[in-house]
């Protein structure tokens, strides 16, 4: 099986930094998209950033110039550089990777991370 493993949540303040990591681990033959997800407290969850295999990604209108997303292929890892945080940032946030297992039929299935919990204070 597969499993993704978040790190690098906290607490802050209102213009500092964080870096959230994501591995995955587990019988993996190949990955597609990577992306960040976040969802803050009544509020759907929403995607903050995504990354294909080829390096193209997309970044929310709302973290456009503060987040970067960035992805390791070889480590199976995809990071999420927060700088300039606002408050409006607090939620849980997500880790997703579109994964192959087997080698037939190539399909892609999508994993979770549990969620780590940034907190940006005024």
């Known amino acids: 099986q597969v499993q993704l493993v978040e790190s690098g949540g906290g607490l802050v303040q209102a213009g500092e930094s964080l870096r959230l990591s994501c591995v995955a681990s587990g019988s993996i033959v190949s990955i597609n998209a990577m992306s960040w997800y976040r969802q803050a407290p009544g509020k759907q969850r929403e995607l903050v950033a995504g990354?294909?295999?080829?390096?193209?990604?997309t970044l929310a209108d709302s973290v456009k110039g503060r987040f970067t997303i960035s992805r390791d292929n070889a480590k199976h890892s995809v990071t999420l550089q927060m700088n300039s945080l606002k408050p409006e940032d607090t939620a849980i946030y997500y880790c997703?990777?579109?994964?192959?297992?087997?080698?037939?039929?190539?399909?892609?299935?999508?994993?979770w991370g549990q969620g780590t919990q940034v907190t940006v204070s005024s």
């Open positions: 990354i294909l295999g080829s390096g193209s990604s």
């Open positions: 997703a990777q579109d994964i192959q297992t087997s080698l037939a039929p190539v399909t892609f299935r999508r994993y």
